[in-house]
């Protein structure tokens, strides 16, 4: 149990000052802020009162504690904990996912919870390229809708999602930096969605754009590596062929991605898989002689 008096439950009233963009639920987490450490205690959450801040405060407490206490490193995980989070903890929510743009007028989701309702919601925006998820990623703001049965925004795509069992959507933007890099989608089965829960659903959006632009740091970061490994294992290949230095060898296998138009990492891929490069292999199945045109990329570097 998380304690009022600790430092996960002080950065989680900061969060809640700074994510709650409606003047009512700042008011409300502004008697929560001004507490007595000797005379305060949490109350046990009660997922039928909306209107107590003190109670989800506590709540998202825990929520981050076991976050940061999570013995898995992998923040695709943190992602899927976040939208069980959502499901458990915001009033009105069965269905929550995070979604991610894949193409002009295209979502991917990342992690999803409470069935199969959130990808078939998915599969109808990228059909009908609109939808709340769709308008959240493009405009940097949240959207909401009540009851998507009656609502005329979207054309095409809510009479099908309501068919399907959305009553009402919450979409909420991550940002990072000033950039929308996905998207926080609740879905309820039932209209209901009110002020507080856009409140809830921006806490929930800020740990989901730490944790998405988590992931996608280290998928860079590994990519990186991966260039870097492979490259010096190419730039190894040509020293040890030629007796080229390191700078010469790395300008030979530039000079090969520049002539043949191929990326530089699939060039050096190829060399590590085959032992040769690209224009070495055409030139043999032209009938050219083996070597020639490694050996002759080999001497183009070393003049410079």
Sequence with gaps: MT???????????????????DENFQKGVSSVWSYSEDSVSRPT?????????????GDMADFALSLHESTDDTSELILHQIVEGAVSIIPHVAHAAILTPAGPRRLQARASSGGRLPEKILELQNEFGTGPCLDALESHEQIRADDLAVDPRWPGFVEPAAEAGAAGMLSTPLLVGGDTIGVLTLISATPGFDDEAESLARIFAAHAAIALSGVQRNRDMMAALTNRDVIGQAKGILMERFKLTPDLAFAALVRVSTNSNVKLRTVCEELCLTGSLPEERRSRASGGSNGRVDATVAADASRG
């Design 3 to 21: 304690s009022l008096k600790s430092p996960i439950f002080r950065i989680i009233l900061v969060m809640v000052k700074q994510s709650a963009g």
């Design 45 to 57: 959450a009660d997922r039928s009162d909306v209107k107590d801040p003190l109670g989800f405060a």
